[in-house]
T-cell receptor, first 111, second 111 residues
Framework: EPEVTQTPSHQVTQMGQEVILRCVPI?????FYWYRQILGQKVEFLVS????????KSEIFDDQFSVERPDGSNFTLKIRSTKLEDSAMYFC?????????FGDGTRLSIL | KNEVEQSPQNLTAQEGEFITINCSYS?????LHWLQQHPGGGIVSLFM???GKKKHGRLIATINIQEKHSSLHITASHPRDSAVYIC?????????????FGEGTQLTVNP
């Protein structure tokens, strides 16, 4: 069965550095999402992306964040000038039809 | 108040028991998802419901739109069912079809 794949599985970064989290959505899917889960908390929506542009973003998704689909397969989340509170699990999801498919997540640890 | 509330927060059962996890929501929705989060963090979609009932193996999900309530049932529970079960809703009219998540129910099934 096709899967959403995310790399890396774990990223450790110094505070203030930039990180890029990568996702390969399912190939015929057109809608893409990033979600975040801080340890011990619920999953939160960050941003949705369709037709090469952001279709919706949450209040969390400020100027520190950006998303890009640089080629036909990858979907990236860039976090600039990382802060300690950016430490979380970041999930990518893709959708065609009504059901979203999630990747296994990238655990981001900011030191 | 959270838009999506789950109960119980934690549930411990003996192998073979019938399990029910509840989800109540306070907003209009176009669909409700039940998700399973494994100990390693990965999220798997179990069901998407907009009405009625769905069954897959030992899992059954029901939804009552009028009462804004959904239940996830597990029959003949097994230790491998141990995971966090998450209810998430999709609001109608949201351009990106973002999901709003409950806090999750931690299920532990003992042998």
């Amino acid at each position: 069965e096709p899967e959403v794949t995310q790399t890396p599985s774990h990223q450790v970064t110094q505070m203030g550095q930039e990180v890029i989290l990568r996702c390969v959505p399912i190939s015929n899917h057109l809608y893409f999402y990033w979600y975040r889960q801080i340890l011990g908390q619920k999953v939160e929506f960050l941003v949705s992306f369709y037709n090469n542009e952001i279709s919706e973003k949450s209040e969390i998704f400020d100027d520190q964040f950006s998303v890009e689909r640089p080629d036909g397969s990858n979907f990236t989340l860039k976090i600039r000038s990382t802060k300690l509170e950016d430490s979380a699990m970041y999930f990518c999801a893709s959708r065609e039809g009504r059901s979203q498919h999630f990747g296994d997540g990238t655990r981001l640890s900011i030191l | 108040k959270n838009e999506v509330e789950q109960s119980p927060q934690n549930l411990t059962a003996q192998e073979g028991e019938f399990i029910t996890i509840n989800c109540s929501y306070s907003v209009g929705i176009s669909a409700l998802h039940w998700l399973q989060q494994h100990p390693g963090g990965g999220i798997v979609s179990l069901f998407m419901l907009s009405s009625g009932k769905k069954k897959h193996g030992r899992l059954i999900a029901t939804i009552n739109i009028q009462e804004k309530h959904s239940s996830l049932h597990i029959t003949a529970s097994h230790p491998r069912d141990s995971a966090v079960y998450i209810c998430a809703v999709r609001r109608p009219g949201t351009s990106g079809s973002r999901l709003t998540f409950g806090e999750g129910t931690q299920l532990t099934v003992n042998p």
